[in-house]
Structure formats: C-alpha cells, structure tokens
C-alpha cells in the first residue's frame, strides 16, 4: 500500500487537483485507490462520489476525525490524503508515521514562493523527513513555459531543500474534468495526453517507493 500526503501552507496551489488526477491515474490502472479528505470543503470527496458511476471509482474517505486510518479497506493498493490549505510543518509530522511520500504543489509566483519557503525549510527540519525515512517532491504547478516568469520559478525551485519532479503546464483539462468526476487520465486525445506526460517523472519517482 503506497501513502501519499499532498501538503501545504499555502492555499489554491493545487493540492485538491494534484489528488484527484494521482487518485484517478492509479484506479486507471487496476489499483484499489483511496482519496482521503482531511479539508472540511470537502471538494475531493464530492469529486470521488461523482466519480462513482466509472469502472475506476475512487473510494472518498473523510480524514477529519480521529481514527480514519482505521477505516482504510484492507486491499488497499494506493491512499492519497488531501490536506487543507494553511497546513503548518507540525501538522504534516501527525501524518508521517503513516505515509511513504510527500508532495508540495508550488505555484510560479513571488507569493507563493515568499509563502512555501519557510513551511518547506521546517520540513526539512522534520525528524523522519530529514532521516530520510518520508521523501518529499515538488511540483511546480500551473506553469506556463513559454513565459519569463515560469522560467525564473522553475530556477528558483532549484534553491529550495526538495527537488522538482513534476511541472505541470496551465490547461483548463484540469478545470473541465474535476467537475465530472474525472481527470486527464480519463481521455486519450492527443492533447491531453501532452499534458499526461508531464506526469511521467513524478509517476517514476514514486514508483520506486513501491
């Protein structure tokens, strides 16, 4: 069973997103997928009961009261836990007993930088994080390539304790599908799958936590 936390202490960087399309490709793929939902708004667990209908159903899972781990089915393959916005580094430590892997969306914006950088050098401080018993990954996210200011991000990621192993480009694809229940897994255009690619290192990085 492979655990993973999306975290972080800024809000609208894309946590719920990056959840629902993991939690979409891994139930894509024949994997028992659990998305826990530890954010009172709720928006991935209306996101899993939309879904239900598809062959690849998502089973929700609220994480706002004690004992949800409990609550896990025991055949289990994948769990992925979106956090709420405003999260602090001792709040991300509860959760690393039981999780393998820790990803921080980033956006490409001096706010968003100025508002991460000291949630991820506490995490850095973390004790299992810094044993290196929980790796963590960036993803930059909402990137627009072709602009100086995606461009400067991504080298100032390069600055900061965790390395980049995603950047996922600007697309209304993310938009448009979540509110179906679905995410860009779920179609097979040749634009879309453009867009999937830019998942692939992220994907390999966490396949060797398997």
Same mark, same amino acid.
């Given at each position: 069973?492979?655990?993973?936390?999306?975290?972080?202490?800024k809000?609208? @960087?894309?946590?719920?997103?990056?959840?629902?399309?993991?939690?979409?490709?891994?139930a894509?793929?024949?994997?028992?997928?659990?998305?826990v939902?530890?954010?009172?708004l709720?928006?991935?667990?209306?996101? @899993?009961?939309?879904?239900a209908?598809l062959?690849?159903?998502?089973?929700?899972?609220?994480? #706002?009261?004690?004992?949800?781990?409990?609550?896990?089915?025991?055949?289990?393959q994948?769990v992925?836990?979106?956090?709420?916005?405003?999260? !602090?580094?001792?709040?991300? =430590?509860?959760? #690393? =007993?039981?999780?393998?892997a820790?990803?921080?969306?980033l956006l490409p914006?001096n706010?968003?930088? =100025?508002?991460?950088?000291?949630?991820?050098?506490?995490?850095?401080?973390?004790p299992?994080?810094?044993?290196g018993?929980?790796p963590?990954?960036?993803?930059?996210? !909402?990137?627009?390539?072709?602009?100086?200011?995606?461009? &400067?991000?991504? =080298?100032?990621?390069? !600055?900061?304790?965790?390395a980049?192993?995603?950047?996922?480009?600007d697309t209304q694809?993310y938009?448009?599908a979540?509110?179906?229940?679905?995410?860009?897994?779920?179609?097979?255009?040749?634009?879309?799958r453009?867009? &999937? &690619?830019?998942?692939?290192?992220?994907? !390999?990085w966490? +396949? +060797?936590l398997?």
């Amino acid at each position: 069973m492979l655990k993973i936390l999306l975290a972080s202490s800024k809000g609208g @960087c894309g946590k719920t997103t990056i959840a629902t399309n993991l939690a979409a490709h891994y139930a894509q793929d024949g994997k028992n997928t659990v998305l826990v939902d530890a954010d009172r708004l709720g928006s991935s667990y209306r996101w @899993c009961e939309k879904r239900a209908g598809l062959a690849s159903a998502v089973l929700p899972l609220s994480g #706002l009261k004690r004992g949800w781990h409990d609550k896990i089915p025991a055949d289990a393959q994948r769990v992925i836990i979106d956090t709420p916005a405003g999260l !602090r580094a001792s709040d991300v =430590e509860e959760y #690393l =007993e039981f999780v393998d892997a820790v990803i921080v969306p980033l956006l490409p914006s001096n706010i968003d930088f =100025e508002a991460t950088a000291p949630f991820l050098a506490e995490l850095a401080e973390l004790p299992r994080i810094k044993r290196g018993k929980v790796p963590v990954a960036l993803v930059a996210n !909402r990137m627009k390539p072709w602009t100086n200011a995606s461009q &400067q991000a991504l =080298e100032e990621m390069k !600055r900061l304790p965790f390395a980049t192993f995603a950047t996922l480009r600007d697309t209304q694809g993310y938009v448009l599908a979540a509110a179906l229940g679905k995410s860009i897994f779920d179609y097979h255009s040749e634009i879309v799958r453009s867009h &999937q &690619q830019d998942w692939d290192k992220l994907f !390999r990085w966490l +396949k +060797k936590l398997t």
